[in-house]
């Protein structure tokens, strides 16, 4: 028998494979709270489900279209998982305004995630996406 626990690394895994990867706005919709709230959103964009689509299928995506993520750990406690990763992909598309150059790229990202029966309720994340800007914009 399964507990909370693994339900909710499972529910984390699935988001990471099938909508960060694939961009799939089906998985999305039935692994997002309605009140979703993401606490690391920069400031002015939207903290809510429609922000983080948006990240992903607008933004991340279509400046990597060979996206993938690699999960390294999880923990979890209780409705908390915690993951480390590192989302990888060829830069083929702009960035963030930082022009594509072709590169093969590594965020490395620590995010944490309140699930509540089966879905994303909050989000808080680190990662080294301003550090990769910076140094694809010097390069």
Known sequence: M???????KAVVRR????????GNIDSFNALIDDK????????????GPQGMI???????????????????DQVAEEDMVTTRKTISGTQTG??????ATGKKVNIEVID???????????????????????SLAQA
């Open 2 to 8: 399964e507990t909370m626990t693994e339900n909710n």
């Open 15 to 22: 988001f990471n494979k099938e909508v960060i990867e694939q």
């Open 36 to 47: 979703f709230v993401n606490r690391s959103a920069p400031a002015g964009m939207d903290n």
């Open 54 to 72: 948006w990240f992903f299928n607008e933004v991340l995506r279509p400046a990597m279209p060979d996206v993938s993520v690699a999960i390294h």
């Open 94 to 99: 702009p960035l963030l305004g930082v022009a």
């Open 112 to 134: 944490m995630v309140r699930v509540k029966d089966g879905k994303y309720v909050e989000h808080w994340g680190i990662t080294t996406l301003p550090e990769l800007l910076a």
